[in-house]
């Protein structure tokens, strides 16, 4: 006997969990662009591996799709690329966790949690630096 093509997948199947993709937590594009989040809010360019780290390790399953790419992302840069897919809800209905009833609330705690990140932190020193440097020569060209 055939399946019944119109029933519904379980929560569970993976092709039924949230997608998010770094241009949504992105403070250096609009909403135009396809940020969903208030800028005030929002990370400056976060990548893929980042949000699956934050939210693995917050509970939640986990999913990271390195090769896609979101079609508004004109860019096409390989640090924008690829999507994470999370489980919010279980079989039943239910909330897998409490603390995420939406995948804006995925959103904002991921923005939260990125600039709390070790990679960050070390590289803010290193382009604060950096900066410097640049600061320095432009000096010189000037006189």
Known sequence: MLANPYRQKPPS???KWVCIYPLYLN???TLVQGR???KDKAVDSPTSQEIFDILQNAGLKVKIEKQKMHPLDA???TNSQGRV???LHNDDGSLCN???PTRKSLMLYACEMIP???TRQTGSSQSHGGTS???GKQQKKKR
């Open 13 to 15: 199947d993976e092709s």
């Open 75 to 77: 860019s096409r840069d």
């Open 133 to 135: 440097g640049k600061g």
């Open 27 to 29: 403070s250096r594009k």
């Open 36 to 38: 969903r989040i208030p």
């Open 98 to 100: 409490e603390k995420f």
């Open 85 to 87: 897919r999370i489980q």
């Open 116 to 118: 709390k990140l070790k």
